[in-house]
Nanobody
């Protein structure tokens, strides 16, 4: 079964770091653009970062310079390294396989002030 499995969320103090992981089945990972989205309570889901199959990246303005998206083809995994976290980064973070239209189950990130 094709699926995305996220991990790495948690509770961290402002200024801290977390790394999210999203493991995907090889059939979709190798050719698909992958993205990380987030949804805070009462807000719409928004794109945080995206990486193409060739490694081209783009970021939301709010996370530029703090977050880094990367992918490991050998492990069929995409990562989101989050540094200098702020309370406004608190949200459920979702992994997305763009062309396949797949979403992970979400992982909670909470940043305390």
């Amino acid at each position: 079964q094709v699926q995305l499995v996220e991990s790495g969320g948690g509770l961290v103090q402002a200024g801290g770091s977390l790394r999210l992981s999203c493991a995907a089945s090889g059939s979709i990972f190798s050719s698909d653009a992958m993205g990380w989205y987030r949804q805070a309570p009462g807000k719409q889901r928004e794109l945080v970062a995206r990486i193409t199959s060739r490694g081209r990246t783009n970021y939301a303005d709010s996370v530029k310079g703090r977050f880094t998206i990367s992918r490991d083809s050998a492990k069929n995994t995409v990562y989101l390294q989050m540094n200098s976290l702020k309370p406004e980064d608190t949200a459920v973070y979702y992994c997305n396989a763009e062309t396949a239209g797949l979403w992970g189950q979400g992982t909670q990130v909470t940043v305390s002030s």
